[in-house]
């Protein structure tokens, strides 16, 4: 369940499989050359392969709306001003700070940027200009055990209706005109019963005339009664009758027995429409089935697939982790279709691995998995896509990559898809340090927060650093680009680059 900054308990060594998957290791002897910033290894494998890599198309960078870009979570975009080549003069346009700092994405459309904080401020700014156009300040709420929230959940934009919604830590969504900042008429809608202990931390979605809203807790606390939250996924009606639930998805049974959707992303969509996919976090209470506690019935730390329509339950997976620790799913997957496979779903697990499963089919359990993490800091979420690299980019690896060697941070793995639907290591490379936000791919640049601080480009074939920017403050939430500009955070400022 969400605690920025959780530890691990579970050795990834310790984890055992079930039969039939494909599990790499992180090798024992990965040769990993350190460097100020960052380190990175390319395999020659990855280098050979680079050149039957398809070319870039046109840029398509006039818009993020939602996080992860797409509905699919892919996290990538072309850009025609930002490359390899032009990456090294990026340079800060303007910087604006907000009540708090940045966990949720930033959003672009028509000229705008959009951010919010966990001051509970939501600011529309000119990209251009970096000039504030409005803000809105939404209820921050403080907890017994957790500290304050705000808005950690990246809001989502409704083009068709002008509108963006954001979630409040008071379990309200708002909708703010994106000209005005003007909240709309029926708004806010509650969808948390007790903010003392439910909270929205995964990314909203837009489906239809819908909402899609994760619920789970703030870090696993009860509130003042005892009372630990009911996760959820859940379907409000944002258009014809704004509040009403359509459809909810609780994954374990009763009250209060936890099971959050709480990863960055929330949800990914399938590329038809017809499914949902998404994460669920670790159970509590007593098991009726069997009088006993463990932390997975129900659907606990298990990847489901829903159905998009009523939300029943089309697939689930439990890999076999930890049924005892704080090990779950802080991600929704990323969903692509690489060539020569079938089309596949990535996320990474808070027991230090990163598993691929193949869509509609998460009852067969994972095709692949790779250990990368170390439990000093949770991996969240999925990967970043590139069909152009057919390569995945995740973020949370422990550095160096050598387990033999001392560790230094966390960073990037990249992962090629190769002739086969085989998986290899491309390339490691340092990015920071503490729990990583997911990385974005532009083109041919892969972009990553440092956790602790920082903004790293490497170039998405090699690895190799292209340009990095130190921060006075966390970079907590995953950059985003548009319009030849990135968008990052700065502890509780939102900075914009350009070439």
């Not at 709306?65 to 001003?81: I, P």
């Not at 809203?213 to 630990?228: K, R």
């Not at 006993?292 to 697939?315: I, M, P, R, T």
């Not at 939430?477 to 500009?485: D, K, L, Q, V």
Request: hydrophobic share 40%; proline share 9%.
């Amino acid at each position: 369940m969400p605690s920025q900054g959780t530890i691990v308990l579970a050795a990834v060594s310790l984890l055992a499989f079930p039969a039939g998957i494909a599990v790499a290791t992180a090798p024992a002897k990965h040769r990993t050359k350190r460097r100020p910033a960052t380190t990175a290894r390319t395999t020659t494998a990855a280098r050979a392969a680079a050149a039957a890599d398809p070319p870039l198309p046109a840029p398509d960078d006039t818009w993020w709306l939602s996080f992860g870009h797409d509905d699919q979570l892919t996290k990538e975009v072309v850009s025609g001003a930002i490359t390899p080549a032009t990456v090294a003069h990026l340079h800060v346009l303007w910087r604006v700070p907000l009540a708090g700092s940045l966990v949720a994405q930033p959003l672009y459309d028509d000229g705008v940027v959009y951010a919010a904080s966990e001051g509970g401020d939501v600011v529309a700014v000119d990209a251009r200009t970096g000039q504030q156009l409005w803000r809105q300040q939404t209820p921050v709420f403080k907890t017994s055990a957790c500290g304050s929230w705000g808005i950690s959940s990246t809001p989502a934009i409704d083009r068709f209706r002008n509108r963006i919604y954001v979630a409040g830590a008071n379990g309200r969504i708002y909708a703010y005109d994106l000209t005005t900042g003007g909240l709309q008429p029926g708004f806010p809608i509650r969808v948390v019963r007790s903010p003392a202990m439910e909270y929205v931390w995964g990314a909203l979605r837009l489906l239809g005339t819908d909402v899609l809203v994760g619920v789970a807790s703030h870090c696993d606390e009860p509130n003042a009664q005892g009372a630990f939250a009911t996760g959820r996924l859940a379907a409000y009606d944002v258009v014809d009758d704004p509040g009403a639930q359509t459809a909810v998805f609780q994954p374990v049974p009763g009250p209060g027995h936890l099971g959050g959707i709480w990863g960055y992303g929330g949800v990914a969509i399938s590329p038809d429409g017809s499914s949902l996919y998404t994460g669920v976090g670790n159970a509590t209470g007593t098991d009726p089935a069997c009088q006993c506690e463990h932390d997975d019935w129900g659907y606990g730390d298990s990847l489901v697939q829903l159905s998009a329509s009523s939300l029943a339950v089309q697939g689930s997976n439990d890999p076999g982790i930890p049924t005892h620790d704080d090990d779950d799913w802080g991600a929704a997957p990323a969903l692509f279709d690489p060539p020569g496979c079938p089309p596949l779903a990535v996320a990474s697990n808070k027991d230090g691995l990163v598993y691929v499963y193949k869509q509609g089919a998460l009852n067969a359990g994972p095709i692949w998995a790779l250990g990368i993490g170390d439990g000093t800091s949770p991996l969240l979420d999925g990967p970043a896509w590139s069909p152009f690299t057919r390569m995945f980019y995740v973020a949370g690896a422990r550095m160096p990559f050598d387990r033999s060697k001392p560790r230094t941070g966390e960073g990037i793995v990249a992962i090629k898809v190769g002739p086969g639907c085989t998986f290899s290591v491309a390339w490691t490379a340092q990015t920071g340090d503490g729990p990583q936000a997911p990385p974005i791919v532009v083109g041919d640049v892969v972009f990553a927060s440092g956790g602790s601080g920082g903004v790293v480009a490497l170039d998405a074939e090699t690895g190799k650093e292209l340009w990095s920017a130190q921060t006075s403050g966390p970079t907590y939430a995953p950059p985003s680009e548009a319009a030849g500009m990135l968008f990052a955070p700065d502890g509780s400022a939102l900075v914009a680059w350009g070439p």
